[in-house]
């Protein structure tokens, strides 16, 4: 994991480096047609609100745009993971849910003249969620693509070159979950909070 999370910060730091240095008035002109864009990774640690989950963990990559001063929206790729806990639902229970999203979000900055930007988003998508336990001793897997929401609110620091540090706190709706017992098949959508931690870079 910290090997990826080393390639991720490497990325984009190379793209900082490309950006931060024009070599003529069209480099300089390029410059100017993305300044408008960003890109982010992110890792959050994933509480879920019931109680038959454990705490997970979340990777998320977003590409977005600002729309004007206050306005943003940016499309975001996700994997989370939670394990069960060993009571799930009443039955005994050794696995694990995931799940892969992509979304859209809107955000809204508050800027101000510090280096300190309040934000808060919200957004919908699509998720591929699997689930794969042994419930009762016995191994169970289903997978269902279901929609998936989320809101939330942070904070941005600004860095030096176009680099940001984004805090940030989310409620979010992985969407529905097969989970398939011995004598039953139920529907359940987990709700989870995430704290998040991200790198982000303005080119």
């Known amino acids: 994991m910290a090997k990826t999370v080393a390639f991720l910060i ?11 240095q024009p070599i003529n008035n069209q480099g300089s002109a390029n410059n100017d047609l993305y300044k ?8 959050s640690n994933t509480n879920p609100t019931g109680s038959n989950l454990k705490n997970g963990y979340s990777f998320k990559s977003a ?9 943003k929206w940016e499309f975001q790729l996700a994997y989370n993971r939670n394990h069960l806990k060993n009571k799930f639902y009443g039955n005994k229970a050794e696995g694990k849910i995931s799940s ?4 859209v979000n809107l955000g809204v900055d508050f ?11 919200s957004g919908a998508g699509y998720s591929y969620n699997k689930f794969d336990a042994f419930i009762n001793d016995k191994l169970r897997k289903s997978h269902k693509n279901s929609l998936t929401y989320q809101f939330g609110a942070g904070l941005t620091i600004d860095l030096p070159n176009g680099l940001s540090i984004d805090l940030s706190y989310s409620r979010s709706n992985q ?4 989970f398939i017992f011995d004598e039953e098949t139920i529907e359940r959508a987990p709700e989870t909070d995430a704290y998040s931690v991200g790198l982000k870079f303005d080119f």
């Open 100 to 103: 892969k999203s992509a979304m």
């Open 111 to 121: 800027n101000n003249s510090t280096r300190f930007t309040p934000f808060f988003f």
């Open 175 to 178: 969407g529905l979950y097969k």
């Open 63 to 71: 590409f977005g745009k600002k729309i004007n001063d206050f306005l």
């Open 36 to 43: 408008d864009y960003y890109t982010k990774v992110s890792y």
């Open 10 to 20: 490497g990325i984009l730091l190379s793209f900082n480096c490309t950006a931060s």
